[in-house]
């Protein structure tokens, strides 16, 4: 198998000035029209405009992840370049209810790349970090004021000339930066105030970065060769580490030369890895490229393919990022649009969730279809908001044309973009209640029942089966297949477009293992 880099960049810097007055207010986004009524202009969606003044590079990869989410302070952050000068970060924040909004601008002004969100800190005060590779040097800042004040300080630098600078708390308070550059990793461990160096080293040489991650206590940092053999190290504090671990991936094989594509991994709340990532078709020389995402949960075992309940056996499904918490994962990625493979593509971002810590997933649900201009580049936040059930994301929509922003970016051009910000809940039955689903509650529902375009439709399922949900014609003609595969207990939705059928009477029918049901629905134009 060969290994594609698509670390294509653009050397080009705008030297426009930004006004003097910088924005550091509050913003009620139940109130305000500058977050919702702006985007809601051109995209019939809740989502929330961030920044309108990044272009693509702000979002250029997940690995870098620019969002994050804190449950113990109950906190969003997100970092993004700004589009009017390239040397300056913005930092956004919100508390988890979405109250309100706080937009810090100018939080640094220097050349940089991939800014990160570490959204660190707790409830006694200490407030988040933030960091960034750079071309001079990769650094840190942290708001020593605490979450919403404000008061950043000034940067730290955590090494010279490196591509990333990779961020995360440990349990302790101190934060373990992860140095990635060329094929050298390496790490430095700071206390909260980033006021000296605690320990730092090199983990591993001649090696590619997959992801990082700490939880439940653990923090692993994977990469790997040239050959594609995968490794890790682990740690616990930062200075005592594991020694180098293989880890045994288990490679799918639905195409006759595979390429690993985009690469990132989540830890479990038990300290359990799972790495996410898509498989290309290496003999495809369209874009978007054949493709499929996958989760490894364990080493030595299979991976788990979460994009085949909508993926036709040709498809592009793309730029996977996951997320962690309580007993559930999340897996976001891209799909296009009606599978039509074209270089302007329109990409839908589909989330499928996983109650088993990744061992087993559900049915992915497209969140973008009613969206009127093209989205790309998302990035998950890293923790599940397992209060409120849902994932948040982050993704960039051009504001010049309609065009797909992540081949407008590796084509080399800097169209200024949104950056939106949105959630996807997750609509399944939680362990505790899935004994309670009796066979008689397993409905199949269609809302509206009177289909113009987009319809709900929601089943439930008693227990763990194969099942397949298709769509019928009045005389019987199977003519779309909506959902199939094994699944767990729950209840689950999908929201689906039925634009492309005539006026008429069709049928859904649920087929399962225990038996089937049907819903008649009309469709009416």
Not at 417 to 425: E, K, L, T
Request: proline letters at 6%; one cysteine or more.
């Amino acid at each position: 198998m060969r290994v594609y880099l698509l670390f294509l960049f653009a050397g080009i810097i705008y030297g426009l000035i930004l006004p003097a007055n910088i924005d550091k207010a509050k913003i009620d986004t139940e109130s305000s029209p500058m977050c919702r009524a702006q985007l809601n202009s051109r995209l019939p969606q809740p989502a929330t405009v961030i920044d309108s003044s990044i272009n693509g590079f702000a979002l250029w990869t997940q690995i870098q992840e620019c969002i994050g989410y804190n449950p113990i302070v109950d906190a969003i952050q997100i970092v993004n370049k700004d589009f009017l000068d390239g040397r300056i970060l913005n930092v956004h924040q919100a508390p988890g209810a979405l109250s309100y909004w706080v937009h810090d601008n100018s939080v640094y002004i220097d050349g940089f790349r991939y800014p990160n969100s570490i959204a660190s800190g707790n409830p006694s005060g200490n407030g988040p970090h933030i960091c960034f590779g750079g071309v001079t040097f990769g650094g840190a800042i942290y708001e020593y004021g605490g979450w919403f004040s404000s008061l950043w300080g000034m940067p730290v630098q955590i090494g010279s000339s490196i591509t990333r600078v990779i961020g995360k708390q440990l349990p302790d308070g101190n934060i373990l930066f992860i140095i990635a550059g060329g094929n050298l990793i390496g790490y430095k461990l700071y206390p909260p105030d980033l006021s000296e160096p605690l320990n730092s080293g090199i983990l591993a040489s001649g090696m590619y970065y997959w992801g990082y991650d700490i939880n439940g206590g653990i923090a692993y940092v994977f990469y790997y060769d040239d050959n594609l053999n995968i490794y890790y190290r682990s740690t616990t504090n930062g200075i005592n580490w594991s020694s180098q671990q293989p880890y045994n991936m288990v490679w799918p094989n639905p195409y006759p030369n595979n390429v690993i594509g985009w690469t990132q991994m989540a830890v479990t709340d038990d300290g359990n890895p799972l790495l996410v990532f898509d498989n290309w078709n290496g003999d495809d020389n369209t874009y978007p490229y054949y493709s499929r995402v996958y989760v490894s949960h364990t080493s030595g075992q299979p991976c788990v393919e979460v994009s085949s309940s909508f993926a036709a056996p040709d498809t592009e499904c793309v730029y996977p990022t996951i997320a962690t918490g309580g007993n559930k994962a999340a897996v976001l990625y891209c799909m296009p649009r009606n599978n039509e493979p074209d270089s302007l593509n329109w990409w839908d971002f589909y989330v499928v969730w996983s109650t088993d810590n990744g061992r087993t997933w559900g049915t992915p649900i497209n969140y973008t279809q009613s969206l009127a201009n093209r989205p790309g580049l998302p990035q998950l936040a890293k923790r599940i908001d397992t209060l409120r059930n849902r994932v948040y994301y982050v993704y960039a929509v051009d504001m010049v044309r309609n065009i797909d922003p992540y081949w407008h970016l590796i084509s080399g051009g800097l169209d200024p973009m949104y950056i939106c910000f949105d959630y996807a809940n997750y609509v399944g039955i939680e362990e505790g209640q899935r004994a309670k689903v009796k066979v008689e509650n397993a409905k199949l529902n269609v809302l509206p029942n009177i289909v113009n375009d987009n319809a709900r439709i929601q089943y439930a399922i008693p227990e763990r089966q194969k099942i397949s949900l298709n769509l019928y014609d009045i005389i019987g003609r199977k003519i779309e297949t909506i959902a199939q595969g094994v699944y767990e207990p729950g209840v689950y939705t999908v929201n689906h477009d039925f634009s492309k059928f005539s006026s008429g009477i069709y049928f859904l029918i649920l087929e399962g293992e225990k038996g089937a049901q049907t819903q008649k629905i009309l469709i009416l134009r």
